[in-house]
């Protein structure tokens, strides 16, 4: 009797594990086909959801901002073009005076792409095994009379001597070649969608930062599934103060790392310093990864000005130099511990947001992944991933 009793809980609890582990294997699946649909989705539609994205981290920025001027009793609608207005000014004059260094850098680019051919047909040659030189022997004619050569005619004769093949160009200087004119063809291509682009997300920036607060209130006070409607407003505004001030933090952080490395690169002589200190603070958006095409930016612009020597370091090592003290002093003094992501976590995601977006991936993709932290943070959901996400050691 005993036996039979331990027999049938025995099968009932094999059972019941048996139950666990399909729905288990059933909720991961779910799970993995949910997550490919989302990112299907936002790989298709990028083109639409990219200027919106943007457009929601640079009103969450500037709402602040209107907000209190309102309080100073200025219009929304004045205050944001007012504030859109101060902040395009300075970006308008960087435009026009980086627009001379990019078209001269822009014309560079064949004659750029021809040195590095060259040098890479001396490394190639050199590298390359040299096959030993047949030499080919070139019958002579015939002075005197010949009964053989009496049934041919002149053409035969020469036609014996054959001309050298022409030298086939080295694969990898064929290969860089196509690469600098598919670059630039492509920069000169999508150069109408980027206006189109810009203009949506102008746009966008003004009727969230005028309509946006006003919208989100009527929704919370319509909506009857919200109990507790005065909480809901109160944790999306301290949602927005929070991301308004780590964003403008590490907006400064980036321009002084910009004008850091303009200051570096003028005093070592480097010709166009204003553009690549730019270019510096909008890749540091990106971290490791923007320290990594900077790094190879710079060098190409000490390879193109010094030459192939150890001059030609110098821009990519000064600006290692102050990236390493920004990265390692700066950013974790400013932020604190709170405000860090796993270095891991935040390569994987930069690679995801790349492959989706391409270059706006990359550099909205470390902004976007600390605003879902911090959602998930005043939410008080996703605990165990809030804390994946802080982990440093």
């Known amino acids: 009797m005993i036996d039979s009793e331990q027999q049938d809980a025995t099968i009932e609890a094999t059972s019941l594990v048996d139950r666990v582990g399909e729905r288990f294997g059933v909720r991961v699946s779910l799970y993995c086909l949910a997550t490919l649909a989302v990112l299907y989705s936002v790989y298709a539609a990028r083109s639409l959801l990219m200027p919106i994205v943007v457009a929601l981290l ?21 205050s944001s073009v007012l504030l859109l207005c101060l902040l395009g000014g300075p970006f308008v004059v960087l435009s026009i005076e980086l627009a001379e260094p990019v078209q001269k850098w822009m014309g560079k680019l064949p004659e750029l792409t021809a040195r590095v051919t060259e040098e890479l047909t001396e490394i190639t040659d050199t590298l390359a095994p040299k096959e030993p030189q047949v030499e080919q022997v070139v019958p002579q004619r015939e002075s005197g009379f010949s009964f053989s050569r009496f049934f041919q005619s002149d053409d035969d004769v020469d036609a014996v001597v054959e001309e050298p093949a022409p030298v086939a160009e080295n694969a990898l200087v064929e290969g860089v070649k196509t690469s600098g004119i598919e670059v630039l063809l492509s920069m000169l291509g999508a150069a109408p969608f980027i206006v189109a682009q810009f203009g949506v997300w102008l746009i966008l920036v003004l009727f969230l930062l005028i309509y946006g607060p006003g919208l989100y209130n009527n929704f919370i006070n319509l909506l009857p599934m919200i109990a507790n409607k005065r909480r809901a407003v109160l944790l999306v505004g301290r949602l927005r103060q929070q991301l308004s001030r780590y964003i403008l933090t590490v907006t400064v952080i980036n321009t002084v790392l910009g004008l850091a490395t303009t200051a570096a690169l003028w005093m070592l002589g480097v010709e166009d310093a204003i553009l690549w200190g730019v270019l510096v603070g909008l890749l540091n958006y990106a971290p490791y990864v923007g320290t990594m095409v900077s790094t190879c930016i710079l060098f190409i612009a000490g390879f193109v ?64 992944l600390m605003c879902l932290k911090l959602v998930a943070e005043q939410l008080n959901i996703l605990g165990y991933w809030v804390e994946l996400f802080e982990t440093q050691s």
């Open 58 to 78: 640079f009103s969450l920025l500037l709402s602040p901002l209107v907000t209190w001027l309102k309080r100073l009793r200025i219009p929304r609608p004045i």
């Open 305 to 368: 000005q010094f030459g192939l020597g150890f001059s030609a370091l110098f821009p990519a090592l000064a600006f290692l130099g102050l990236n390493l003290l920004e990265s390692q002093i700066l950013t974790p003094t400013i932020l604190g511990q709170h405000m860090r992501l796993n270095p891991l976590i935040m390569i994987l995601w930069l690679l995801i947001w790349g492959s989706l977006w391409g270059a706006i991936g990359v550099l909205i993709a470390v902004p976007l």
